[in-house]
Nanobody, 122 residues
């Protein structure tokens, strides 16, 4: 699976942004998808994931503000983010794994996108 993340940029606090992760090489129908992020000087943290049954999970820090989804027709995953905060500033990575029925926060994801950066700042 090849993943191409996009949608980064500079946004003010409180704004919204949507990240995209386009997949090629396989159909995502049976895959789990996830978003991770890495803030400057910190490790990579799991943000959200979605199973092949469309069950979603979120880190506490983004729950209620972020929404993960998949458009199977476009073979693309999305991360819709709202009420953005400066602490959301990071490089965001999408990941995919064929174990789509597993508990997706714990999957050791096999395929990774290249990352897309966005900054929340006034």
């Amino acid at each position: 699976v090849q993943l191409q993340a996009s949608g980064g940029g500079l946004v003010p606090p409180g704004d919204s942004l949507r990240l995209s992760c386009a997949a090629s090489g396989v159909s995502l129908d049976y895959y789990a998808m996830a978003w991770f992020r890495q803030a400057p000087g910190k490790g990579r943290d799991w943000v959200a994931c979605i199973t092949s049954a469309a069950t979603t999970y979120y880190a506490d820090s983004v729950k209620g503000r972020f929404t993960i989804s998949i458009d199977n027709a476009k073979n693309t995953a999305y991360l819709q983010m709202s009420n953005l905060k400066p602490e959301d500033t990071a490089v965001y990575y999408c990941a995919a794994d064929p174990r789509g029925g597993s508990y997706c926060p714990y999957i050791p994801y096999q395929s990774w996108g290249q990352g897309t950066q966005f900054t929340v700042s006034s």
